[in-house]
Structures are given as C-alpha cells and as structure tokens.
C-alpha cells in the first residue's frame, strides 16, 4: 500500500514538473547586440536550445545573429525565422552567420526544425 502512495506522489509531481517545462512562463532576459559603428552582432551558443534565446537590436543598424551549434539533435540543425523567410542550416561545430532586417521595429520570434525550442529578437 505504501509503494503505491509513493508512485502516486513521484507521479503526480512530474506532471506538475512536466506541464511547468513545457507551459510555465519562462523569465528570459535579453541580450542586446554588439554595437559597432555601422554594424551589430551577438554570438548564440545552440545547445539544449539557444542562448541567449532574447536578442534586442536596434533599428536601421545592420544584424548579424551568429549561430554555433554545439548540440547533435536533430532538432536543432535549422534555425528558421519565418517573418523573414529564413530557413538556414546549422552545421555542427560551425558559426553560420543570419542577417537579420532591422528596418521595422518589431518582435519576431525563431525556433528549430521541430518547433520545440524558439528565440525572440526585438528591434527598437
């Protein structure tokens, strides 16, 4: 009878832990782009998903997001922005370089291949 009272608890709290993972709001903080003279770039690491995953760039400067993917899933070999019409690949190991329109103000979001892991960029 107690085993059965424990795996009741053990499994009601990974549903709980489960439904949080997956529709819990998450707090990200962004990350602002390097600013450089006539350019802006930031660095994102792609392993177990993106980080930074919140990007803000500033307006009418160009982008350039820089992806290196360090996790083998498959899930995260494309990162696609769909209000851009990016869909680029990214190799294992390599840096791939995204240039972004930061001619509207605006969110727009990104996520992998499988819709399971996003980012956001924010132009101002």
């Known amino acids: 009878m107690m085993a059965k009272i ?3 608890i053990v499994g009601l709290f990974l549903i709980l832990f489960i439904t949080w993972w997956f529709f819990g709001k998450q ?4 990350e602002t782009a390097e600013l450089g003279t006539d350019k802006q770039s930031i660095n994102i690491e792609v392993k177990g998903g993106y980080s930074p995953e919140k990007i803000v760039l500033k307006k009418g400067v160009p982008a350039t997001l820089n992806f290196k993917r360090l996790d083998s ?3 995260l070999d494309h ?3 769909s209000d851009f019409g990016i869909n680029q690949e990214l190799p294992k190991g390599k840096v791939e370089q995204v240039k972004i329109d930061t001619s509207k103000p605006g969110e ?6 499988m819709n399971m892991f996003h980012g956001k960029v924010i132009v101002k």
């Open 6 to 8: 424990i795996v009741l």
């Open 27 to 30: 707090n990200v903080k962004a």
């Open 73 to 75: 899933s498959s899930c």
């Open 79 to 81: 990162v696609i922005f």
């Open 108 to 113: 727009y979001e990104w996520e992998c291949s």
